[in-house]
């Protein structure tokens, strides 16, 4: 069974970086295509960013592109969410989930598995 971990959130002061990291067990992950997601308090889930299996193909929304890169190191079993240039209205849990599919989506219902998120806050 597919098990998804997302790690290395915290507490960033603006304009700083994160790197998140999901991290997959049970499965491999180069058989998915691999999205994140963020639910900021008060708000609804949204998705940010995906990218597809194999070649790792990323699709960003725009309101964050130049921000953000979605990269995979299938070796590592591992997709990576690098963020910079944070604000707090950045602060949210941040989560990864699979698609059985090569294609992204942009749909949650699309996507399987689950990780159970990672904070981040964006303050000073």
């Known amino acids: 069974q597919l098990q998804l971990v997302e790690s290395g959130g915290g507490l960033v002061q603006p304009g700083g970086s994160l790197r998140l990291s999901c991290t997959a067990s049970?499965?491999?992950?180069?058989?998915?295509?691999v999205g994140w997601f963020r639910r900021a308090p008060g708000k609804d889930r949204e998705v940010i960013a995906c990218?597809?299996?194999?070649?790792?193909?990323?699709d960003y929304v725009d309101a964050l592109k130049g921000r953000i890169i979605v990269s995979r190191d299938n070796a590592k079993n591992t997709v990576y969410l690098q963020m910079n240039s944070l604000t707090p209205e950045d602060t949210a849990i941040y989560y990864c989930?699979?698609?059985?599919?090569?294609?992204?989506?942009?749909?949650?219902?699309?996507?399987?598995?689950w990780g159970q998120g990672t904070q981040v806050t964006v303050s000073s």
């Open positions: 989930a699979t698609r059985g599919s090569f294609y992204c989506s942009r749909s949650a219902s699309d996507f399987g598995a």
């Open positions: 049970g499965r491999a992950l180069d058989a998915y295509a």
């Open positions: 990218i597809t299996r194999g070649t790792g193909t990323a």
